[in-house]
T-cell receptor
Framework: AQRVTQPEKLLSVFKGAPVELKCNYS??????LFWYVQYSRQRLQLLLR??SRESIKGFTADLNKGETSFHLKKPFAQEEDSAMYYC??????????????FGGGTRLMVKP | DTEVTQTPKHLVMGMTNKKSLKCEQH?????MYWYKQKAKKPPELMFV???????INESVPSRFSPECPNSSLLNLHLHALQPEDSALYLC?????????????FGPGTRLTVT
């Protein structure tokens, strides 16, 4: 079974402060990890994925297989980063392929 | 066209009604998905279609009946729903069904069962 845990339901920071949204997963095989974001009144959209190793909107996330974590980080938060963030896992294999399992989500609030 | 569209945006139905949700994409994607999202909860997978065939049914009650008439269209037929089925129903699509293909989400249909 695959499981994703986001321990913080709400994270509140001031503009310009560093941000780290935590994500831990449980999966016996080789997962692919994603961060999805949902801005107010907008659809759920992909922010980044571990396999591409790129930085989107200043956010980065590194897959740590030893700690089974995929934390999302940004050195300087902006007010427009305020949104709901979901960590998601896609398992391997013909049956699990592209079955996304989402974490509970973390609401990020960036205060001015 | 790089969007997934869903209609209607809002739907209120009684427990004896029959209604359908519609999802459409014109990105040439061959995998389509239905998710259910309750308030303040993450999306939960309901069904996966791959090449217009049902691949995965996540033990969803039979009062929800999916249909994929063609590669661009995905329907969810609703019948005899319960108030606890009230939720945001999200449709998504991806190029293929394999691990790692990005899923593109629609805006959702907010369903209220009275």
């Amino acid at each position: 079974a695959q499981r994703v845990t986001q321990p913080e339901k709400l994270l509140s920071v001031f503009k310009g402060a560093p941000v780290e949204l935590k994500c831990n997963y449980s999966y016996s095989g080789s997962p692919e990890l994603f961060w999805y974001v949902q801005y107010s009144r907008q659809r759920l959209q992909l922010l980044l994925r571990h396999i591409s190793r790129e930085s989107i909107k200043g956010f980065t996330a590194d897959l740590n297989k030893g700690e089974t974590s995929f934390h999302l980080k940004k050195p300087f938060a902006q007010e427009e980063d305020s949104a709901m963030y979901y960590c998601a896992l896609s398992g391997e294999g013909s049956n699990a392929g592209n079955m996304l399992t989402f974490g509970g989500g973390t609401r990020l609030m960036v205060k001015p | 066209d790089t969007e997934v569209t869903q209609t209607p945006k809002h739907l209120v139905m009684g427990m004896t009604n029959k209604k359908s949700l519609k999802c459409e994409q014109h990105m040439g994607h061959r995998a389509m998905y239905w998710y259910k999202q309750k308030a303040k909860k993450p999306p939960e997978l309901m069904f996966v279609y791959s090449y217009e065939k049902l691949s995965i049914n996540e033990s969803v009650p039979s009062r929800f009946s999916p249909e994929c008439p063609n590669s661009s269209l995905l329907n969810l037929h609703l019948h005899a729903l319960q108030p606890e089925d009230s939720a945001l129903y999200l449709c998504a699509s991806s190029q293929e069904r394999g691990q790692g293909y990005e899923q593109y989400f629609g805006p959702g249909t907010r369903l209220t069962v009275t």
